[in-house]
């Protein structure tokens, strides 16, 4: 979709109430994975034109009611290409800024029960730097976070994904991860360990700040918001997924 500015966006919508819980998590996970300093694209609400709906071809014309709310917008990130294939090849490390965020993503995703980015299916983006000589990894599409459940009802007693599938599984993260310790063999647990609990401690810093960001057909009810916080900063939790995420390290 190209906004009123001429940027271009990928819309996404919601069919039903039920569902709502999902743009809800594209909109926290994306101020989320900023303050743990993961490269992810900006996000806007997108309304349509209402003379765009009414000009809807035939097939699609059925659509228009979904989106005749306000929709997710998560903008083009310029050359980008999805890194699946490259991230599974024999991808030179050397050309990503950032290869260190393919284990810091993993363990976000550990964090935010994302059960829908893999070793086989990444939902991260590659794309050139502004030099154009090196690339950067994109973490994209969250709306399967947080155990794809509503607010309400998450537990803090379960993990709510697999890590065996978890992206730490993928050819280029473990390539990464043999480098980083063959460089520093004593320190790569403390060294995630120690930025995880980071990375977490601000965003419980920001949380309430992030709940009162959400655009407004997003915001989360009281109890939504109260579970989803002791869903997040669980210590118990916490070190759950920190022990089955080292256990699964080659």
């Known amino acids: 979709m190209i906004s009123e500015d001429y940027e271009q966006y990928y819309l996404k919508y919601h069919k039903a109430p039920y569902n709502a819980h999902e743009l809800q998590a594209e909109w926290l996970c994306s101020a989320l994975l900023q303050l743990w300093s993961i490269p992810t694209p900006e996000v806007a609400v997108l309304v349509v034109d209402e003379s765009l709906l009414r000009n809807l071809p035939r097939e699609v014309r059925r ?49 935010v029960a994302n059960d829908d980015r893999r070793a086989s299916h990444h939902n991260t983006l590659i794309a050139p730097t502004l030099e154009g000589k090196r690339y950067k990894l994109w973490a994209i599409d969250h709306a399967y976070t947080f155990g794809r459940i509503d607010f309400r009802y998450l537990d803090p007693q379960y993990l709510y994904f697999d890590i065996k599938k978890n992206l730490i599984q993928a050819h280029a993260s473990r390539a990464y991860l043999y480098k980083w310790r063959q460089q520093r063999p004593l320190w790569t647990e403390e060294e995630l360990r120690a930025g995880c609990y980071l990375r977490i401690k601000k965003c419980k810093e920001q949380f309430l700040a992030i709940c009162e960001w959400l655009p407004q057909p997003y915001k989360l009810s009281e109890i939504s918001q109260t579970a989803l916080s002791n869903f997040l900063f669980s210590n118990s939790r916490i070190d759950l997924i920190l022990r089955h995420f080292f256990a699964c390290l080659p």
């Open 63 to 111: 659509l228009g009611r979904y989106l005749q709310r306000p929709a997710f917008g998560s903008k083009e990130v310029f050359g980008a290409q999805d890194s699946s294939e490259l991230l599974n090849g024999d991808i030179e490390l050397e050309t990503l800024v950032n290869p260190e965020d393919l284990l810091w993503i993993a363990l976000f995703d550990a964090w």
